[in-house]
T-cell receptor
Framework: GENVEQHPSTLSVQEGDSAVIKCTYSDSASNYFPWYKQELGKRPQLIIDIRSNVGEKKDQRIAVTLNKTAKHFSLHITETQPEDSAVYFCAASRPTDSWGKLQFGAGTQVVVTP | GAVVSQHPSRVICKSGTSVKIECRSL??????MFWYRQFPKKSLMLMAT?????????EQGVEKDKFLINHASLTLSTLTVTSAHPEDSSFYIC????????????FGPGTRLTVL
């Protein structure tokens, strides 16, 4: 089955700096890669996603890049703000023949200090 | 749009009792719902996939007789923790995919279960 590894486990950044989180996946058939943000005690919120036919996607301060050959994808947050502090999870899923099950990475605790 | 609710948000029960958790898609029809368990400071662990009108598919190591899942309609899935024990205490979260089959999963707010 799919295995997703996520690094780093914790990331401290100064407000205004950039943050980068990297994930690798094992199943070359995976074609959908979402990123979720989870604040303490809250539900995971989808912040951005990318499909395998696209190499990069951007939404304001957030961007995701995908390298299918290397089987890794990354989340980039620019101009970080204290409200970006949360746990971020990457995930991967195969086409809908597996009902779109998501395999999550272990998570990255991001702390943005003012 | 794409709102998923869960009820209850928090439940405390005695060991040996059963607890039912509801997951509802409020503004869309969900042919597939997923149930996750999350331990403190850990990732989401998929327990089972619930498809409307059919039996749930459980992940390896998850006891289907202990965690009963029912997906009777396109907007409701339930998870029943039977004969709960303290080790079942956890944060249970559901998610739903819409019937159009897009990949996006929308998560419920979670249920904090504490078994005494």
């Amino acid at each position: 089955g799919e295995n997703v590894e996520q690094h780093p486990s914790t990331l401290s950044v100064q407000e205004g700096d950039s943050a980068v989180i990297k994930c690798t996946y094992s199943d070359s058939a995976s074609n959908y890669f979402p990123w979720y943000k989870q604040e303490l005690g809250k539900r995971p919120q989808l912040i951005i996603d990318i499909r395998s036919n696209v190499g990069e996607k951007k939404d304001q301060r957030i961007a995701v890049t995908l390298n299918k050959t290397a089987k890794h994808f990354s989340l980039h947050i620019t101009e970080t703000q204290p409200e970006d502090s949360a746990v971020y999870f990457c995930a991967a899923s195969r086409p809908t023949d597996s009902w779109g099950k998501l395999q999550f990475g272990a998570g990255t605790q991001v702390v943005v200090t003012p | 749009g794409a709102v998923v609710s869960q009820h209850p948000s928090r439940v405390i029960c005695k060991s040996g009792t059963s607890v039912k958790i509801e997951c509802r898609s409020l503004d869309f029809q969900a042919t597939t719902m997923f149930w996750y368990r999350q331990f403190p400071k850990k990732s989401l662990m998929l327990m089972a996939t619930s498809n409307e009108g059919s039996k749930a598919t459980y992940e390896q190591g998850v006891e289907k007789d202990k965690f009963l899942i029912n997906h009777a309609s396109l907007t409701l899935s339930t998870l029943t923790v039977t004969s709960a024990h303290p080790e079942d205490s956890s944060f249970y979260i559901c998610s739903a995919r819409d019937y159009l089959g897009t990949d996006t999963q929308y998560f419920g707010p979670g249920t904090r279960l504490t078994v005494l």
